[in-house]
T-cell receptor
Framework: QKEVEQNSGPLSVPEGAIASLNCTYSDRVSQSFFWYRQYSGKSPELIMSIYSNGDKEDGRFTAQLNKASQYVSLLIRDSQPSDSATYLCAVSPTDFQGGSEKLVFGKGMKLTVNP | EPEVTQTPSHQVTQMGQEVILRCVPISNHLYFYWYRQILGQKVEFLVSFYNNEISEKSEIFDDQFSVERPDGSNFTLKIRSTKLEDSAMYFC?????????FGPGTRLLVL
């Protein structure tokens, strides 16, 4: 069974700090990796996607992927109170050009950024 | 910016009743999904739909569930005889390339 595991959390950081969120996945053939942000009672909102090993930066967000270790992480620099949300790691088991490309989600990590 | 829309936002029903949840995917997307999230739990895949047929379904998606694309814009999830454990947020998503965009969800409460 394909699993996606995230640190149990919750995580609390002061405003301006770096928040580090981690995720491991069990299916070695996974090709696509995503971080979604979910505010309470709302739907998941895509923050970052990453498909190849290494780092990918977008503004204050950096996603890191290590396929050999089956590990993906999200760094949030200069954390803001508005970043307070649950962050969901999601993995798609196959390349997006074939298969249903369903997403398998982790349980999520609740992040609180304190002013 | 185009968005996935879902109706209704909330639905309360009695156990054993049929419900239909509606979604309008983003217009140029071809792949559609339903997920659910029971309160406090992870988002779970239910079904994927492409080219007017189911491409994959999970163990949750049993004979009580069905999906349909009745016209060129709507995508529906029907639960034939609701159970208490069907109470959850139901999210529709549509995909272009690798990225799935989620609708705002329908909160279903089965009494």
């Amino acid at each position: 069974q394909k699993e996606v595991e995230q640190n149990s959390g919750p995580l609390s950081v002061p405003e301006g700090a770096i928040a580090s969120l981690n995720c491991t996945y069990s299916d070695r053939v996974s090709q696509s990796f995503f971080w979604y942000r979910q505010y309470s009672g709302k739907s998941p909102e895509l923050i970052m996607s990453i498909y190849s090993n290494g780092d990918k930066e977008d503004g204050r967000f950096t996603a890191q992927l290590n396929k050999a270790s089956q590990y993906v992480s999200l760094l949030i620099r200069d954390s803001q109170p508005s970043d307070s949300a649950t962050y969901l790691c999601a993995v798609s088991p196959t390349d997006f050009q074939g298969g249903s490309e369903k997403l398998v989600f982790g349980k999520g990590m609740k992040l609180t950024v304190n002013p | 910016e185009p968005e996935v829309t879902q109706t209704p936002s909330h639905q309360v029903t009695q156990m054993g009743q049929e419900v239909i949840l509606r979604c309008v995917p983003i217009s140029n997307h071809l792949y559609f999904y339903w997920y659910r999230q029971i309160l406090g739990q992870k988002v779970e895949f239910l079904v994927s739909f492409y080219n007017n047929e189911i491409s994959e379904k999970s163990e949750i998606f049993d004979d009580q569930f069905s999906v349909e694309r009745p016209d060129g814009s709507n995508f529906t999830l029907k639960i034939r005889s609701t159970k208490l454990e069907d109470s959850a947020m139901y999210f529709c998503a549509s995909r272009v390339e690798a990225t799935q965009y989620f609708g705002p969800g329908t909160r279903l409460l089965v009494l």
